[in-house]
């Protein structure tokens, strides 16, 4: 059976390492690289609730966008953080957990392509490509590409429904929404990327209310969509990659797992 180590080792070949911003943490995080692997639960996030659907499914391991170590090191691992319980749950359950995180956002086919993907964006292409991989394909954070001209409003109900959000926080930029630019997660320092290439959209999360207000004095329609839901779509696909990888392993995309964050 193919081991922790072979995991990684495929889940480097799609994102890799060498592209993973300085400051992030990215990898085999907790578990034996020997260890084989049978079963794998797929999610985005690391956290209790995913941790005990791995429990329950006897999976092996746990692969995710998120890092369960991340900003600052854990100093200890017991039971006095959140993230110390995290690591002693899977530590006694014999769990392994790895996480693609930044690498992810810029690969080739990762975070932001996926999104691009569930919005609908035609000749969708990298925005600000960043450099090139191992393998001589270009990388980078934003993805541009263009939908049927429409109102905002219509753009605005397709980006709920297909991301299945609960709710959108936005600005209106007075224009007619033809050319997106995406960037799942925090991208919204990026919005003078979509300006400058000529985009009247812009679909990221966790914006500030700065942002809003600087894309509306600029004329940008500016649409936070959440963290989770920004980001999410590349899960599935990430699960149909490692099963197409490997069929002898049972991969099971998390079904408990959700958005924390609620609308009221």
């Given at each position: 059976m193919p081991t922790v180590a072979d995991i990684l080792h495929y889940i480097e070949t799609i994102a890799p390492p060498s592209i993973m911003e300085p400051w992030d943490n990215g990898g085999l995080l907790c578990g034996r690289k020997d260890r084989e692997v049978h079963k794998?639960?797929?999610?985005l996030d690391p956290f209790r609730n995913v941790i005990q659907e791995a429990i329950d499914e006897k999976a092996d391991l746990i692969v995710t966008h998120h890092p369960l170590i991340f900003p600052?090191?854990?100093?200890?691992?017991?039971d006095g953080s959140e993230t110390g319980r995290c690591l002693l749950t899977l530590i006694e359950h014999g769990i392994g957990a790895i996480n693609a995180h930044t690498n992810l956002d810029l690969a080739?086919?990762?975070?932001?392509?996926?999104?691009a993907e569930a919005l609908g964006l035609q000749n969708a292409y990298i925005l600000n490509p960043q450099g090139t991989t191992g393998d001589g394909k270009p990388y980078g954070l934003l993805r541009a590409g263009?939908?049927?001209?429409?109102?905002?409003?219509a753009f605005l109900a397709a980006v709920k429904e297909r991301l299945?959000?609960?709710?959108?926080?936005?600005?209106?930029?007075?224009?007619?929404?033809?050319?997106?630019?995406?960037?799942?997660?925090?991208?919204?320092?990026?919005?003078?990327?979509?300006?400058?290439?000529?985009?009247?959209?812009?679909?990221t999360s966790?914006?500030?209310?700065?942002?809003?207000?600087?894309?509306?004095?600029q004329g940008l329609n500016l649409i936070d969509a959440g963290h989770f839901h920004t980001e999410n779509p590349a899960m599935p696909i990430l699960a149909e990659k490692l099963r197409a990888a490997?069929?002898?392993?049972?991969?099971?995309?998390?079904?408990?797992?959700?958005d924390c964050m609620k609308f009221f």
């Open positions: 794998i639960l797929v999610a600052d090191p854990v100093p200890a691992v017991n080739p086919g990762g975070i932001n392509d996926a999104l263009t939908v049927e001209e429409q109102p905002l409003d299945k959000c609960e709710g959108l926080r936005y600005v209106d930029g007075g224009k007619p929404v033809r050319k997106v630019a995406v960037g799942g997660g925090a991208c919204a320092e990026e919005m003078f990327d979509a300006l400058d290439a000529g985009c009247d959209t812009f679909v966790d914006v500030k209310y700065n942002h809003f207000r600087t894309a509306y004095e490997f069929p002898e392993i049972t991969v099971k995309f998390s079904e408990n797992h959700t």
